[in-house]
T-cell receptor, first 115, second 113 residues
Framework: GAGVSQSPSNKVTEKGKDVELRCDPI?????LYWYRQSLGQGLEFLIY????????KSGLPSDRFSAERTGGSVSTLTIQRTQQEDSAVYLC?????????????FGEGSWLTVV | DQQVKQNSPSLSVQEGRISILNCDYT??????FLWYKKYPAEGPTFLIS?????DKNEDGRFTVFLNKSAKHLSLHIVPSQPGDSAVYFC????????????FGTGTRLKVLA
C-alpha cells in the first residue's frame, strides 16, 4: 500500500485478555518501529526491527509485551494479560532503512482501550 | 530519563504571527533531528529534519534551528495559520546507535484566527 497500515484501528478489550495489533509497513521499507502514546503523554519507543538484525526491544515495558516481524514485512505486537494502563494508541512506523538519517513514516495507530 | 524534552506543553499564537516551538536534548550523541505534526486521531506526519552538520534548515513556512552547544533546537512557523493547530513532536537519533528515534512529549500549538 501507499502508507503504513495498522489494524485494528480501534480495540476495546477486557482486562486480562490478550490482544494482537498488526502493522503493514510501506513496501520496501526495511526498518519498522512500534511506539505508543498514552493519554497526555509523548511518543514512547517500544521496539525496533531492522532487516534480519536482532530487534531492539529496549522499550518494551514488561514481559507481557512482545513483537514479531515475519518475512521482513508485517509485524504483530502482542500484549498478554492486558491491564488498564496498557490503554493507549499504538503507532507503527517504517523507514527505507535503519540509518539514522531516514525519515520514519507513521500509520494512523491502533487505539486500545482496556476496560 | 527523558532524553528529549519539550518543556512547553501548549502554546497559543495569533494567526499570521510566528510560532516558536522548543526542544532540548541531553544525549550529546544525537546528531539527527526531526519534527512531526500530529492531528487528533491521526498518526504523526513528518515536517522537517536537520542534521548536526547544519544549524538551520528551511522549508517554506517552517524553519528548524539547531544549537549543538546548548543541545537545543527550535521550530519556527511563519506565518502561523489556523491549520497549523496540532501537537508538534521533536525526535532525535544517533548515527552511532541503533537508529531508534527518541521523541519528546509534544507541544500543543493553537493558532487563533
Amino acid at each position: 500500500g501507499a502508507g503504513v497500515s495498522q489494524s485494528p484501528s480501534n480495540k476495546v478489550t477486557e482486562k486480562g485478555k490478550d490482544v494482537e495489533l498488526r502493522c503493514d509497513p510501506i513496501s520496501g521499507h526495511t526498518a519498522l518501529y512500534w511506539y505508543r502514546q498514552s493519554l497526555g503523554q509523548g511518543l514512547e519507543f517500544l521496539i525496533y526491527f531492522q532487516g534480519n538484525s536482532a530487534p531492539d526491544k529496549s522499550g518494551l515495558p514488561s514481559d507481557r509485551f512482545s513483537a514479531e516481524r515475519t518475512g521482513g514485512s508485517v509485524s504483530t505486537l502482542t500484549i498478554q494479560r492486558t491491564q488498564q494502563e496498557d490503554s493507549a494508541v499504538y503507532l507503527c512506523a517504517s523507514s527505507p532503512s535503519g540509518g539514522a538519517r531516514n525519515t520514519i513514516y507513521f500509520g494512523e495507530g491502533s487505539w486500545l482501550t482496556v476496560v | 530519563d527523558q532524553q528529549v524534552k519539550q518543556n512547553s506543553p501548549s502554546l497559543s499564537v495569533q494567526e499570521g504571527r510566528i510560532s516558536i516551538l522548543n526542544c532540548d536534548y541531553t544525549n550529546s550523541m544525537f546528531d539527527y533531528f526531526l519534527w512531526y505534526k500530529k492531528y487528533p486521531a491521526e498518526g504523526p506526519t513528518f515536517l522537517i529534519s536537520i542534521s548536526s552538520i547544519k544549524d538551520k534548515n528551511e522549508d517554506g513556512r517552517f524553519t528548524v534551528f539547531l544549537n549543538k552547544s546548548a543541545k537545543h533546537l527550535s521550530l519556527h512557523i511563519v506565518p502561523s495559520q489556523p491549520g497549523d493547530s496540532a501537537v508538534y513532536f521533536c525526535a532525535a537519533s544517533s548515527t552511532s546507535g541503533t537508529y531508534k528515534y527518541i521523541f519528546g512529549t509534544g507541544t500543543r500549538l493553537k493558532v487563533l484566527a
